[in-house]
């Protein structure tokens, strides 16, 4: 599940699915794959235009990156423009805590190509962050999300709760423009999900 503010990102235009994404988000997508799968073309449209929007596809099928793409396109646009600032953009939810972990890793490489092929193409771009909290994140990384709040925070239900509860936490959230919900179903089924 994924929930964008619709004043964030300007419209897709028909056709081409890659079309309204920045120049280096769209080089760095088309260096690293062929075409978008079904998922993201069928995904991105809704996203752009901010429609909250459910992807169900087979595993493999690109819908997290479906997801992320967008948003990271969002902070590109914020950063080039000298707009992002210190604050989360955009919180993952997962029901897993591993699964939280895998997503933080497997951002980092994407964000650090971005980073990379921006430079390459003459855009001087502020690092995108990114960090996870879960309930096995430890106090002295929790404080330092607070102090510095990443861009992208990816989390638990049970992690996320505590964050809309206390006020300095619930401060840095007020810019949250894009929620990715993964596996929901495993949410939705029990009290775990009254937590989003």
Do not use: C
Not at 92 to 112: F, G, H, T
Not at 114 to 138: C, F, H, N, Q
């Amino acid at each position: 599940m994924f929930e964008r503010d619709p004043a964030a990102t300007p419209p897709l235009p028909a056709g081409d699915p890659l079309a309204a994404f920045h120049p280096v988000v769209r080089a760095w997508f088309e260096s690293r794959f062929s075409h978008p799968t079904d998922a993201q073309a069928e995904g991105w449209p809704r996203i752009h235009a901010g429609e909250t929007t459910l992807i169900a596809a087979p595993t493999g099928s690109g819908k997290t990156l479906a997801a992320f793409l967008v948003g990271i396109d969002q902070l590109i646009r914020e950063a080039e423009a000298g707009d992002l600032d210190d604050g989360t953009r955009i919180v993952y939810v997962s029901p897993l805590k591993a699964l939280s972990n895998d997503i933080q890793r497997n951002l980092e490489e994407p964000l650090d190509e971005i980073r990379v092929l921006a430079k390459e193409m003459g855009y001087d771009l502020p690092p995108i962050t990114s960090a996870v909290r879960t309930g096995d994140t430890p106090p002295s990384a929790r404080q330092t999300m607070v102090r510095r709040p990443p861009h992208i925070l990816v989390t638990t239900p049970e992690a996320r709760f505590p964050l809309v509860t206390a006020e300095r936490s619930r401060e840095n959230l007020r810019g949250v423009r894009t929620v990715i919900v993964d596996e929901i179903h495993a949410l939705a089924r029990d009290r775990r999900g009254s937590h989003l």
